[in-house]
């Protein structure tokens, strides 16, 4: 299957000397002389390598064949991250380079939608929220009523986020893997 440089968008997956990347940004450019044209920042699905790249205006790309399957993380040792197929239980193994920011937001027996092209696992696609417990965490100090004061906490998955003072040790916050932001405390 083949789509337009007028159907470029964030986000969309596209195939480029046999190897799938992803088009992290892109601005359409119409000069005063000659043709117009679609400059793209795109990052590669396989070794995270991000490339500027321009297509000229009604240029064609494919898309690649990614298959996508619902899998549980198991558990991380060294730089890899070892996943179970729900349906028949195979293992696998994703290294940590090309799970990107994802594996900051990932834990035990949290289910995801891993990436494979051409039979190999290359990443996986995280939920836009994911709630994590805080772990540590230093208690906020009485009368620190300043807005927007922040201070760091630790969270289940080994990453350190900024939440506010009263986000105490041991409760569970809801984090935006977009932009590895604190969003609220979720009630239990």
């Known amino acids: 299957m ?28 119409k000069p005063g002389k000659g043709g117009a044209f679609v400059r793209t920042r795109i990052k590669s699905l396989i070794s995270g390598n991000v490339l500027d790249r321009t297509f000229r205006s009604g240029d064609k790309v494919d898309l690649p064949e990614l298959e996508e399957s619902q899998m549980q993380f198991l558990y991380s040792e060294e730089d890899k991250f070892y996943f179970m197929d729900t349906n028949t ?3 696998i193994f994703i290294d940590e380079k090309n799970l990107g920011d994802a594996k900051n937001y990932i834990k035990e027996g949290l289910t995801i939608e891993v990436l494979f092209y051409k039979g190999n696992p290359i990443g996986v ?3 836009n929220f994911v709630d994590l417990k805080i772990v540590k965490t ?11 004061v922040t201070k760091p906490a630790l969270l289940e998955s080994g990453y ?24 609220e405390r979720v009630s239990k």
Not at 6 to 24: A, H, N, Q, T
Not at 160 to 181: A, C, H, N, S, Y
């Open 2 to 29: 083949m789509v337009s440089t007028s159907e470029f968008r964030k986000g969309l997956r596209i195939l480029l000397e046999d190897e799938p990347f992803v088009i992290v940004d892109f601005q359409h450019v």
């Open 89 to 91: 239980y195979d293992q």
């Open 125 to 127: 696609e995280i939920q």
């Open 138 to 148: 230093e208690p906020g100090v009485r009368g620190d009523t300043a807005t927007n």
């Open 160 to 183: 350190t986020i900024q939440v506010p003072l009263f986000v105490e040790e041991g409760e569970v916050v809801k984090i935006d893997t977009r932009t590895g932001q604190y969003i």
